[in-house]
């Protein structure tokens, strides 16, 4: 009886409390990739500004395989995607391999080896496996930059499912516990000179937002969260990028954010109806879009640099014209995406460890140019809390800035490890993954 009156409270409370409520638990973890809003920024978490591999390190535990997936957080649970080689090869290649689009300066071979793509989550106290799940056992149809890997895309998860992206290998929905809900597989990604697929899953209400961009025929999937069956597809001009969507609300009305070597666009969340396009990217899109007082920023800095601030009630193709608020040419990241904490935009330099920062409104400069000490090659997305910013290297030394108009150095904090991988802050804890380890770094 107490069960059925609880189920018929339940059913008069309003969805917009429900949402409230979840929205604020969301704060508390760091359910996506680039954390609760989408920038990389934290407003509940308090991490430790000090470490080392001897001191405050709360566990550290052994990962199979390789991948560079930023660990998802979800109370006491973490999410991590990798992909593990076996000994097994296959019996009989291809006749005929595949030419990379846009030639093959690397070298890059496909494999003949079988991969395990395995799903996996830890207990967030002690580093405990607490189920894995390997979601399919294949030969890659193509290979990837040494830097790269088969599991770059992140999970996403609401707290009661978690959605993971192998890009050719599928897409994944479990419960918390480890039970597949559903599976979907949209074929293969012909990739850019076989530079590897990394694209994340965004999840907005019951609605899963996937990537499709690549060499081929290209879209932007909303998938229902619940079964994976399409509820709209809209098609892009072919063109490989690795950026995340961004959903964001202006004026009532929900856009969906894709960045594009092509031309960026903004499309109805309901509908798929393309709002408004901006054009004059570089090659490679990696960073991710972020968003502040009205607009987007959307970066790229491979092979040249460009940063462009759109409002976000622009309507059409605003390519080259004076809807566009501001811009930048120089300086912008090539892996990384920017962190934007407050009013204030950061990042780095190609992958370097030259720092600029940016009133977003205005594009102005705060910190122009500054060489940072101690770390030099970064791949790793900048991550921030409490009035500090923490930028972590490929050689496992993360150095933490204080939020403020000049470079201030609060700590320097070295691994004896490497990491590409971007780290995720809950609580007073950080969920770090380097090329071998799961680490949880807490006072």
């Not at 793509?117 to 979601?135: E, H, I, P, S």
């Not at 399409?230 to 856009?255: D, F, I, Y």
């Not at 990042?347 to 600029?356: D, H």
Request: aromatic fraction near 10%; charge should be negative; hydrophobic fraction near 35%.
């Amino acid at each position: 009886m107490r069960m059925l009156l609880f189920v018929a409270l339940v059913a008069f409370v309003p969805s917009a409390v429900l949402s409230a409520d979840f929205e604020l638990e969301k704060l508390h973890n760091w359910p996506q990739w680039r954390g609760p809003l989408a920038n990389g920024f934290a407003p509940q978490a308090d991490p430790p500004i000090n470490w080392g591999p001897a001191s405050n390190i709360r566990w550290k535990v052994a990962v199979p395989g390789q991948g560079e997936s930023t660990p998802i957080v979800w109370g006491d649970r973490i999410f991590i995607t990798t992909a593990i080689k076996t000994e097994r090869q296959e019996e009989q290649p291809p006749a005929e391999v595949a030419e990379a689009p846009g030639g093959n300066p690397f070298n890059i071979e496909r494999p003949t080896n079988y991969y395990q793509f395995v799903a996996q989550c830890y207990d967030r106290k002690d580093g405990k496996l607490l189920w894995q799940k390997v979601v399919q056992e294949a030969v890659p149809h193509e290979g990837h930059h040494k830097d790269h890997g088969y599991a770059s895309p992140s999970p996403v998860t609401d707290g009661k499912f978690v959605y993971m992206s192998f890009g050719s290998r599928g897409i994944y929905c479990f419960d918390m516990d480890g039970n597949l809900q559903w599976e979907r597989d949209l074929g293969d990604l012909n990739i850019y000179r076989f530079f590897g697929e990394a694209t994340s899953p965004t999840l907005e209400g019951d609605t899963l937002l996937v990537n499709w961009d690549h060499e081929g025929d290209s879209f932007l999937y909303a998938l229902d969260a619940r079964t994976g069956k399409t509820k709209w597809q809209v098609p892009r001009e072919p063109g490989t990028s690795w950026a995340t969507p961004l959903v964001v609300k202006h004026e009532g009305r929900k856009q969906v954010v894709v960045n594009s070597n092509q031309k960026a666009a903004a499309y109805d969340f309901q509908t798929g109806d393309v709002i408004w396009e901006c054009g004059g990217q570089t090659r490679a899109i990696i960073p991710c879009p972020v968003t502040y007082d009205g607009k987007v920023f959307l970066m790229s800095g491979y092979p040249e640099s460009a940063l462009f601030a759109v409002p976000l009630d622009s309507k059409g193709d605003i390519t080259g014209t004076d809807k566009i608020a501001w811009s930048r040419m120089s300086d912008t990241p090539y892996c990384p995406s920017p962190v934007l904490v407050g009013g204030t935009l950061y990042f780095n330099k190609s992958n370097t460890a030259i720092l600029t920062s940016l009133d977003a409104k205005t594009g102005s400069p705060l910190i122009e140019k500054k060489r940072l000490p101690d770390i030099r090659n970064i791949y790793a997305s900048p991550v921030a809390a409490k009035g500090r910013i923490y930028f972590t290297d490929r050689d496992g030394t993360t150095l933490v800035l204080e939020d403020a108009p000049e470079v201030r150095v609060l700590a320097t904090n070295k691994l004896d490890d490497q990491i590409d991988a971007s780290p995720a802050l809950v609580g007073d804890e950080i969920i770090m993954r380097s090329k071998t380890h799961l680490y949880c770094i807490g006072r």
